[in-house]
Each structure stands twice: as structure tokens, then as C-alpha cells.
């Protein structure tokens, strides 16, 4: 059997009070465009950040391609590409400047680092705008500056949060593309996180879905929809295992109406 590129057993972890993750089970396979489904506050945030070994699990075990998290946590940080909700590109450095600077941050050899930057922007189609400041850039471009970033450093494991919010849906489905194609040429697993289920039953090879903390159904978005009839859609089988709708599981206060506020803004 091949190792899976993430499995996590028991994970848990809380803010205070706040139990973000439930006790989260998980396998993703070697190679797969993974969904992790969930409305705002579900926990899928909090789920990768341990996965990326930005947050200690407060129980559970993560692996990486085999590899424990918490006890080779550089090893596994290398293995990974993140891009997180917020980041941003730098506006005052061109393209190709901001993916260079990643390419230091991640230590790509220095005599690698001009083909790898060259690699990244040419997977993300931006090699004939690279030298306009990011200011200049759609929101689009912008996310997939941001992608370069991520893959300049070569992962075996792309991590995308929420990767297309707050772009229109020619810009969405630009994004995507990229991230197929990306996948395709190099067999990068990628794990993305979405509340957007049309575009997971579109484009995720397999799906978890989250609420509250925990997973409620994991599968192949055909085999989900399966269960439930010829005529189901997401949404309906997000209901049927939650007892929620999709829409109002994820009335998530302030908090979450700032942060897509946030992203909107930064994204134009
Ligand atoms: N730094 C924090 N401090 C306190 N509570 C937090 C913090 N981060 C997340 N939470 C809470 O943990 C729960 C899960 O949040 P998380 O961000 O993981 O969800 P999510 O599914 O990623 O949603 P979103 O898409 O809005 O980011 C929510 O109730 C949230 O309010």
C-alpha cells in the first residue's frame, strides 16, 4: 500500500473554550486534489494549520508522507506548500520579485533558485507579466502569485485556504486550472480547503466534509452523492449527515465576516 500524503488520527485542538477540532480523522491519498468542506467555523482552518505544523495538536498524531509532525516538524515543513487565507503578495515588488523572495525564504539552493522561479511563474501563466509590480495585478494574479510562492520551493504537498474566495468566477475558474494543471505535470497532492461545494464537485478527486469540528463523511463527491440519489448535490448530503443546512451551519459571527471582508478588500 502507498503511504497516504496525510493521515491524522484524534486530532483536537481549542481556543479557550472553543473546541475547533473535534477529534478529526483523515486520509488523504498520494497525488489527489483533496476538499476539505466545511461553512465558516467548521474548523478546516484550524485542521491545516496543524497539519502545516503551525499549531501544535493540542491530541492526536499528524503524518506527512510518513513522516510524524510533531517530532520532524522541519522535515515536514519542507515537504509542504502553504497558502493561507491571508497572506498577501508584496504590492511595491514585481512578480518575479515576490516569488524570489519565497525562493530564499525556503532555502532553494542558490544556483537552482532563477530556473525555480522561472518553473513557478510559468505554472501559474504569469511568466508575461512577472516584472509588473503586484500592484498592477487582478485579484486573480495576485492568487496565483501566491501559488508561485507555494511552488517554488517544489512541495510534495500544496495546501490552499480557501484559495478562491473573494475573486469573481472567471478569476476562480482561472485558479483552478492552475492548480489541475500543476497537479497533473507534477503529482503534487494538493489539499484545498473550500466552502464553495460546487467548485469541490467540480474539481476535488475526494472530499471530507466538516462541521463543527469533526468530519462528518469522507469520499469521492460521486460516491457522497450516490448515498443519497441520482439528483443529490452536495449541499443535500452536507444536510443529510449534519441535520444543518450548508448556508446557516456557517453563521459564524463577526469574526468570520471581518475575515471575508479582509479578503475581499486585499484581492481588489
Ligand atoms: N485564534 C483563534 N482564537 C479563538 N478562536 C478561534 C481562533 N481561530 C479559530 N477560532 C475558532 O475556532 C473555530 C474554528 O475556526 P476555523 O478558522 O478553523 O474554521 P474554518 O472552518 O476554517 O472557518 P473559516 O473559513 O471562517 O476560516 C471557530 O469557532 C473559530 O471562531
Redesign the pocket.
Known amino acids: 500500500m502507498t503511504t497516504p500524503a496525510v493521515r491524522c488520527t484524534g486530532l483536537r485542538h481549542a481556543?479557550?473554550d472553543?473546541v475547533?477540532?473535534d477529534g478529526v480523522d483523515l486520509e488523504i491519498p498520494a497525488g489527489q486534489v483533496f476538499g476539505l468542506l466545511?461553512?465558516?467555523?467548521?474548523?478546516?482552518?484550524?485542521?491545516i494549520?496543524m497539519i502545516t505544523t503551525l499549531l501544535p495538536a493540542a491530541a492526536g498524531a499528524i503524518e506527512v508522507f510518513g513522516l510524524d509532525a510533531a517530532h520532524r516538524k522541519m522535515r515536514v515543513r519542507r515537504l509542504i506548500g502553504y497558502v493561507p487565507?491571508q497572506l498577501s503578495a508584496d504590492g511595491s515588488l514585481s512578480g518575479r520579485e515576490n516569488v524570489a523572495l519565497f525562493a530564499r525564504l525556503f532555502d532553494v539552493p542558490r544556483r537552482e533558485r532563477a530556473d525555480q522561479v522561472e518553473i513557478a511563474l510559468g505554472a501559474v501563466g504569469l511568466l508575461d507579466d512577472a516584472d509588473r509590480t503586484a500592484a498592477t495585478y487582478s485579484g486573480g494574479m495576485i492568487r496565483r502569485v501566491e501559488l508561485a510562492q507555494a511552488l517554488v520551493s517544489a512541495p510534495r504537498l500544496l495546501v490552499l485556504?480557501?484559495p478562491t474566495i473573494g475573486l469573481d468566477p472567471v478569476a476562480r475558474t482561472g485558479v483552478w486550472e492552475r492548480i489541475e494543471q500543476v497537479r497533473a505535470e507534477t503529482g503534487m497532492t494538493v489539499l484545498v480547503?473550500t466552502?464553495y461545494m460546487d467548485e469541490a464537485e467540480q474539481y476535488c478527486e475526494q472530499v471530507a466534509l466538516?462541521h463543527r469540528?469533526r468530519i462528518r463523511a469522507q469520499g469521492s463527491p460521486a460516491q457522497l452523492r450516490a448515498e443519497l440519489g441520482p439528483e443529490s448535490t452536495l449541499d443535500d448530503v452536507f444536510r443529510a449527515v449534519t441535520g444543518d443546512a450548508f448556508d446557516d451551519a456557517?453563521k459564524?459571527?463577526m469574526?468570520?465576516v471581518r475575515?471575508?471582508r479582509r479578503t475581499a478588500r486585499r484581492l481588489g
Open positions: 481556543f479557550g472553543t475547533a477540532v466545511g461553512p465558516n467555523g467548521a474548523g478546516k482552518t484550524t485542521t494549520r487565507q485556504d480557501e480547503t466552502h466538516m469540528g456557517g459564524g459571527g469574526r468570520d475575515a471575508a
